[in-house]
């Protein structure tokens, strides 16, 4: 029923692509439609994900798919169909939602503010091969459907080092990865050693560059497995998207000219204020009174009372109206608690205009982890 609406809007995404879409993800998706007499004229798609957010797993919805006819812009469709959406993630209880945004400034008035930089590297490959167009001892191969459960564990363990805020890997993850970059012509390559793998990449190929997303590494050598095998294909240029940031200068290593920055992709939006809040540890004794504003979501709307105790999760009620009571948006307390820097002057002026309940808050409270979400659909 949308599919022509994303062809007419996404031009960039092929048939084949398409087909993965809407055989895979629209079997267990969400969508909003707005119609009018000829169909389908904007949509909202929620795709679901387990997300490890502060010590506990919960079904969150990446928001994708966006799109309005361009003769029916400025008609307040989207706004209508992120308010359907958000009442229905409320309901469920989810304490936010995310998205990749085409723009920050569509996303910014309706309270999502970027909490993620991504990690890109581009260079040339680089690094001696070995006879068969390997390093000595390489097994480097693409992974199959019966390889999925083994790069579950594998990702589980390499990620689960850090207390990222990220999706959780699991064999019917890596079964959806694996049929998207098929769709793509591309795959996923392993690296094992005495049948177990040892590192993987999520790859595609396309005009000699080589896109990598979210490498997955035991250790130095089995990148350089990686790319003695992509010489062989041959790549004239690596892009890397989605590193964990305490791997970057190894793998810039083994790349020629290679270039790191850091890239803003993530936006996030509370849902459920309460149960957002409750999920944060407190640092210190204290109790604030804050009164929320929520055009989008106006259950979040109101006066709340906000108690921490050390070493405890946050007690969050609402409570009646209070004079010392400071009025603060969903998407500053975003920027407060997660503690996201960014050069938009709004966002600068949130510290520099913080108020004293904000400021204990701030103090009193255990910030959020190093977000770490590299999905593309």
Request: hydrophobic share 35%.
């Amino acid at each position: 029923m949308t599919r022509s609406l994303w062809e007419e809007i996404f031009t960039e995404d092929d048939e084949a692509f398409l087909d993965y879409y809407y055989q895979v993800k629209t079997a267990e998706n969400s969508i909003y439609i707005i119609e009018e007499e000829d169909g389908p004229v904007s949509m909202l798609q929620l795709n679901p994900y387990p997300v490890q957010f502060l010590g506990e797993t919960c079904l969150l919805h990446y928001i994708i798919a966006v799109a309005t006819k361009k003769e029916y812009r400025s008609r307040g469709y989207m706004t209508r169909l992120l308010q359907m959406s958000a009442k229905d993630m409320y309901q469920a209880g989810e304490p936010f939602t995310y998205l990749m945004p085409a723009a920050e400034g569509i996303y910014y008035p309706h309270g999502f503010r970027f909490v993620y930089r991504q990690c890109r590297i581009e260079g040339k490959p680089s690094g001696e091969k070995g006879q068969d167009g390997t390093l000595a001892g390489c097994q480097v191969r693409y992974a199959g459907e019966s390889d999925c459960q083994a790069l579950a564990c594998l990702a589980e363990e390499l990620l689960g080092q850090m207390p990222f805020i990220r999706a959780v890997r699991t064999e019917r993850y890596y079964r959806t990865i694996l049929k998207e970059q098929q769709s793509e012509g591309g795959g996923i390559l392993l690296t094992e050693k005495d049948g177990k793998p040892t590192g993987f990449v999520v790859y595609g190929c396309y005009e000699g560059k080589a896109e990598l997303r979210e490498p997955l590494f035991e250790k130095k050598e089995d990148w350089e497995q990686i790319l003695a095998f992509l010489n062989e294909e041959p790549v004239k240029t690596v892009q890397i998207s989605g590193a964990r940031p305490e791997d970057a200068a190894w793998l810039k290593e083994e790349l020629e000219g290679a270039e790191e920055k850091e890239v803003p992709v993530i936006m996030v939006r509370i849902v459920h204020l309460q149960h957002f809040l409750e999920r944060f540890l407190a640092r210190s004794n204290f109790e604030i009174r804050l009164h929320i504003e929520d055009g989008l979501i106006p259950e979040n709307t109101g006066y709340w009372e906000i108690r921490g105790q050390e070493g405890q999760t946050l007690s969050v009620r609402k409570t009646k109206a209070s004079k010392e009571a400071e009025t603060v948006s969903p998407g500053e307390l975003v920027t407060v608690l997660f503690g996201y820097w960014s050069e938009r002057k709004e966002e600068r002026e949130v510290y520099e205009n913080m108020g004293p309940q904000m400021r204990v808050l701030l103090k009193g409270t255990q910030p959020a982890p190093p977000v770490f979400l590299n999905e593309i659909v």
